[in-house]
């Protein structure tokens, strides 16, 4: 018996990464960014750790994490200079 592999999309993608930067930012909670992605938290915690994405520790964490997430949206052809600038 096969096990089905879960294959996140782009479009899924994308709201992972729009959930990060917003995470990133102290915005919302871990938990809350995979509800609003609108994937499992299991998923999400996957997609997190498959793109060695910093768990927020220290400010080291959060400057590396919205640099991972805005040079992946780049990559996937995502507008960033829309997006709320850090302060």
Known sequence: MSKKKKIITKDMEEKILLALYRYYLSDITFERAAEE???PLYLFIKYVNDNNFPIVH??????????????????????????????
């Open 58 to 87: 220290t400010d080291k964490d959060i400057i590396d994490g919205l640099h991972k997430v805005i040079e992946l949206m780049k990559e996937m052809g995502i507008e960033t200079r829309k997006l709320p600038v850090p302060v």
């Open 37 to 39: 992605a609108g994937v």
